[in-house]
């Protein structure tokens, strides 16, 4: 069975500072999707990444990027220039559509916490 | 205007009752997920349908049924509301194929005392 492990449940960081949060997941698919989530305090999930596992280069969204390394199976985010309202859970995802069959799995989450 | 509204936002119930959340998107989509997250264990897929016609059981299913009314709407219902049900729904969509990236919406609060 797919899962996906989010092995720091709090991480710091300082403003204006990087930070990088893990996520490995486990799978025998090779046609799979990945997403980074971020939850703010008004609880809303919001998409932040995606990553096709096709996909060799790492996705990038501004401030924010991966470290995707499909043969490890590890899918981490990082944030550059923290700013405040980075501050969130964050959630990685795993999709995949094989067979007929449809899994979205999330990990436990990682809450982040900015320090001014 | 939201893009995808749950309601109620926040509901509180005794044990044994009927309850339904609902779900309504303005955003076009095909495909409707309902998960539930409680603390420490992320979200996880109750129910999804790709169209009015398809309605598939997620990860965790016991207890619920859903009801998809139309293209835009998406219900949940707990037929007998149980304490370990307490929890934060969220209503989601994607659009068809692709990187079904999916879009939340704000989510419901939901006590069974």
């Known amino acids: 069975a797919q899962t996906v492990t989010q092995s720091q449940p709090e991480m710091s960081v300082q403003e204006a500072e990087t930070v990088t949060l893990s996520c490995t997941y486990d799978?025998?698919?090779?046609?799979?999707?990945l997403f980074w989530y971020k939850q703010p305090p008004s609880r809303q999930m919001i998409l932040v990444i995606r990553?096709?596992?096709?996909?060799?280069q790492n996705a990038t969204e501004n401030r924010f990027s991966v470290n995707f390394q499909k043969a490890a199976k590890s899918f981490s985010l990082k944030i550059s220039d923290s700013q405040l309202g980075d501050a969130a859970m964050y959630f990685c995802?795993?999709?995949?559509?094989?067979?007929?069959?449809?899994?979205?799995?999330f990990g436990t989450g990682t809450r982040l916490k900015v320090l001014a | 205007d939201a893009d995808v509204t749950q309601t109620p936002r926040n509901r509180i119930t005794k044990t044994g009752k009927r309850i339904m959340l609902e779900c309504s998107q303005t955003?076009?989509?095909?495909?409707m997920y309902w998960y539930r997250q409680d603390p420490g264990l992320g979200l996880r897929l109750i129910y999804y349908?790709?169209?009015?016609?398809?309605?598939n059981k997620g990860e965790i299913s016991d207890g619920y049924s859903v009801s998809r009314q139309a293209q835009a709407k998406f219900s949940l219902s707990l037929e007998s509301a149980i304490p370990n049900q307490t929890a934060l729904y969220f209503c989601?969509?994607?659009?068809?194929?692709?990187?079904?990236?999916?879009?939340f919406g704000p989510g419901t609060r939901l006590t069974v005392l």
């Open positions: 995802a795993y999709r995949s559509f094989v067979s007929g069959t449809y899994k979205y799995i």
């Open positions: 989601a969509t994607s659009g068809r194929g692709g990187t079904d990236t999916q879009y």
């Open positions: 799978t025998s698919e090779s046609d799979y999707y």
């Open positions: 349908s790709f169209d009015v016609k398809d309605i």
């Open positions: 990553q096709e596992a096709y996909k060799q």
């Open positions: 955003k076009g989509h095909d495909r």
